[in-house]
């Protein structure tokens, strides 16, 4: 999610194979929040959303693995 050049045409996919062109219109992006939900937030808000989810996804798994690990045993 690095910064991008506005009022620049970009291709936007609308299903897997189906692209129309678009333009970049602002500096602000969709994040998915779950549940097909989604948040509009700028670049710096969707990096740091991004970087707690990931945390959090790691934590969660290595949760899961010591528990399956400790049944093992």
């Known amino acids: 999610m690095k910064e991008r050049d506005y009022n620049k045409e970009v291709m936007v996919p609308l299903t897997s194979s189906l692209y129309v062109p678009g333009i970049l219109s602002t500096p602000n992006v969709l994040v998915e929040a779950g ?16 970087n707690k989810k990931e945390l959090a996804l790691k934590t969660n798994a290595n949760k899961v693995a010591t528990y399956i690990n400790s049944k093992r045993d």
Do not use: S, T
């Open 35 to 50: 549940a097909g939900y989604f948040v509009e937030k700028n670049n710096a808000d969707a990096i740091e959303y991004c």
